[in-house]
Structures are given as C-alpha cells and as structure tokens.
C-alpha cells in the first residue's frame, strides 16, 4: 500500500468481542484504518462521525441484524460492503450479494482471505470517487457521502435514489453511465423498473442542481444511451 495515499478507512462490524479485535488489529497492521461497531446501532453512530470507504459486516447479530444494517446504509449511499456469515448455503450467498454486497465470506475463514477480499473490493470500487467533496465547477460540488450538493454556496439534500444515481454518474466521470445501469443501482429491489424513473429522477437533479436545467452543464443526456456526469468547463 503507498505510503503516500491515505488508509482507505473500514468499518468494521461484529459482535464477536474477539474476532472484532482480532481481525481490526490484523488489518491495521497491514495499513487500514480500522473503526469498530458491535452491532447496528452503533455502526450507524459510527457513521454519522464519517464516512468509511468499506463495511465488513457480520449477518448475523442481534437486536439489527447485519442485512437490515447493510440496506440501512445502501439508503445512505452506495457504499461497498462485505458480508462475514457462518451461514454458508448457496440461497443466503445469492440474496446477500444481489442485494447489498460486494463479497461474502464464510465463517470460519483465514484473515489471509478477508485480506484478498477487501484489497479487490478497494480495487475495484473504493478510490472511484472522492472521499470527500467532488468540484464540478464553481458553483457546483457533491459530498455524495453524506447526501447532499452545494449550489452556489447552498446546502442542497439529496434523496437516497439521487445520491445513488449520482455515485454511478460519479465513479464513471466524464464517460457515459446506461439508461438500464442507472436503473439498476436506483431501483434495485423493484421487480419491474421503468426507465422513465431514471428520466424523472434525472430531471429533478437538474433542477436541483443545474443553474439551467433545460441546457445542463454537469448532468448531459446522451440521447438513446444515458447520461453523463461531467466537469464544468472553465471561463
């Protein structure tokens, strides 16, 4: 890992007291910034302080349960997740990814795996977007983490579908996103989707976010295919 680009940051959840300080002590000292939770509610604490760039999380805990705490935070943002279960059958393996994860892993594993697993996840997903707050130009900029757009100088909040719609836009900057792949990271747990929400939600960012939204600057539609999130061009 370079030492010049900052620890991607893991939250890291479980209710096993040892296997939580086992698996943060081994993944700090391969160069993590590791924050703890023991159960739902405390991770959802822990990310109202920041956001991470990955959630490992345990399936199985009481009182919120590692699924109902994954698509808690899906309705925040799009962040990867990691699912750690004892439950190993094909059924719980398919529903978890479909819906929420990014990998699954069966308890019991060596740390050696999670490892592998975490560093292909971060490859993959973790550094596509800024951290922090994304300039799209001077009077427009995204903290997609935290749900919201400044316009102008003017908090403006996001709804979950916006800010989902938007961290696809943005992982992919500058390159068109599909009318069917924005469908599906907004509207995933709909049977039947119809493009037509993705051009109402699309409409309704532009007027949130464009200073005209008939003659967009930042949110371009590539007629026929999708759309695109672009930088504002200077001057």
Do not use: C
């Amino acid at each position: 890992m370079s030492s010049a680009a900052p620890a991607p940051r893991i939250l890291l959840v479980d209710d096993d007291p040892n296997l939580l300080v086992f698996l943060a002590t081994r993944l700090r000292e391969d160069g993590f910034a590791v924050t703890t939770a023991r159960n739902g509610s405390e991770a959802l604490r822990r990310l109202d302080d920041g956001w991470p760039d990955l959630l490992i999380v345990d399936l199985m805990m009481p009182q919120m349960d590692g699924l109902t705490l994954a698509r808690r935070v899906k309705e925040r943002a799009d962040l990867p997740i990691i699912v750690l279960s004892a439950i190993d059958t094909a059924d719980s393996k398919a529903h978890a990814l479909d819906e929420v994860a990014e990998d699954y892993v069966t308890k019991p594993f060596h740390y050696p795996e999670l490892r592998a697993r975490v560093n292909r996840v971060l490859r993959r997903l973790g550094d596509r977007v800024p951290r922090q707050t994304l300039v799209l130009g001077p009077r427009l900029s995204l903290n997609l983490h935290r749900r919201e757009a400044v316009v102008d100088g003017r908090s403006v909040p996001l709804t979950p579908t916006e800010s989902r719609l938007l961290y696809a836009l943005a992982a992919n900057l500058g390159s068109v996103v599909t009318t069917e792949t924005l469908l599906a990271r907004g509207w995933s747990e709909t049977e039947y989707p119809d493009p037509s929400y993705v051009w109402v939600t699309m409409r309704r960012l532009r007027s949130k976010l464009e200073a005209r939204p008939d003659r967009p600057v930042n949110l371009q539609t590539v007629r026929g295919v999708g759309y695109r999130l672009v930088l504002a061009p200077d001057g």
